[in-house]
């Protein structure tokens, strides 16, 4: 399926991303009516990393992804668990009933969709007590390696944004008005990565990409010296799940 920004050529690197926050996950599963054998419907499920924990907690998932590479990937970390689904679609036309899922999820994904349009449909999709939750992970740029390799993109990039991604989505949900009050959730955790397994992470960020055009490789090789630099085979990254909760409103 055709959407506005293509992540066939990204798909692989995203499985070195870093896994949410387990304690994010908790606080999702925490809310009322989200337990075991839960309806789930993950939007831009992309290659699993929020399908599968969903699914590690007993819940039935309905993975929505409109890029094949990044199905089929999500389809083979999700194999063995017989309560979930890939289907071809997107946020906005996610050609699912109304009223199916106890829960709507948007892992790293909501901020490259019609926000106003998803959080629609995502509302059509919730049962009249259903939930809203919408995760980021972002890594944390006061952490001295992180500051090393924004110094690199911001050079590379003068001007350089990361858009809608690191930005507070609470207003975008209450203006809505389809949900509840929107409550914000951050919780910290620790991804330690080989050196080439980061590399290859870096080498799915679609923001970076889109910006940096045929600097793109040049930007990641000078990354790649920054973390060997560091003397070992391995990093530790600060990193901060964020999370937004709503309760849909009828």
Request: overall charge neutral; hydrophobic content about 40%; charged content about 25%.
């Amino acid at each position: 399926m055709k959407t506005e920004w293509d992540y066939t050529d990204l798909a692989r690197a995203y499985l070195k991303r870093p896994e949410y926050a387990p304690g994010a996950i908790d606080s999702i599963a925490a809310c009322p009516g989200i337990e075991p054998g839960a309806a789930v419907c993950d939007m831009g499920a992309g290659t699993g990393k929020l399908t599968l924990p969903l699914l590690q907690r007993g819940m039935e998932v309905t993975a929505v992804e409109p890029n094949d590479a990044m199905r089929e990937l999500g389809i083979g970390q999700t194999a063995g668990h017989p309560d979930v689904t890939w289907i071809e679609g997107t946020a906005e036309q996610p050609g699912l009933p109304a009223g199916a899922f106890r829960l709507v999820t948007f892992g790293s994904s909501f901020t490259v969709t019609r926000r106003a349009r998803a959080l629609d449909q995502a509302s059509r999709l919730l049962v009249a007590d259903g939930w809203l939750a919408v995760l980021s992970n972002h890594r944390d740029l006061e952490d001295p390696l992180q500051k090393a390799i924004e110094a690199v993109i911001h050079r590379a990039i003068p001007g350089y944004s990361y858009g809608l991604r690191r930005e507070d989505q609470t207003g975008v949900i209450a203006e809505s008005g389809l949900f509840r009050e929107v409550r914000k959730v951050e919780k910290r955790v620790l991804h330690r990565q080989k050196v080439a397994d980061m590399v290859e992470a870096w080498g799915s960020h679609g923001t970076l990409h889109r910006q940096a055009g045929d600097r793109f490789d040049g930007i990641i090789r000078q990354i790649e010296q920054i973390l060997l630099s560091s003397g070992s085979q391995t990093v530790a990254v600060p990193y901060t799940t964020r999370l937004w909760l709503a309760e849909v409103s009828r």
